[in-house]
């Protein structure tokens, strides 16, 4: 039962670190694009931005990672080029090929890749051994 609340916890608090760098990265897309910006222009430009600060968020608050941070660090950027790939694939699978609007487009993949980044964080980048002591990194 602790193990349940304990991921109920870092969801939570995953999901506030992520509408709060998520939201701001959304309106500046946004506003960007109504200048005539090309959608994955921008998602190639912001997403590292929105990433590192996630980065801080998410291991201090979220997760409580104890561990290295270089090691945590370089697992983050590996999950975030995958997460960046999917956002990338999502885009041009509906946006360039299937014709929907890029906005609408965009948010759901926001939604998509968080998902896949919130598992890939738990037990890959910031893995509960290394809180718990039972191990190295």
Known sequence: MADIHKSVMHLFRYGLVGIATNLLGYFIYLLIAYFGVEPKVL???????????GFFGNRQWAFTHK?????????????????????????????????YPHQW???AAIIAVAGFL?????YFVFPEAVNC?????
């Open 43 to 53: 998602i190639t430009f912001l997403y590292p931005i929105g990433a590192t600060i």
């Open 67 to 99: 561990g290295s941070m270089l090691k945590s660090g370089f697992r983050y950027f590996v999950a975030h080029c995958c997460g960046y790939l999917i956002n990338l694939l999502i885009l041009l699978a509906f946006v360039d090929r299937l014709g």
């Open 118 to 122: 919130f598992v890939t964080f738990k």
């Open 133 to 137: 002591g039972r191990g190295s990194e």
């Open 105 to 107: 487009v965009q948010a």
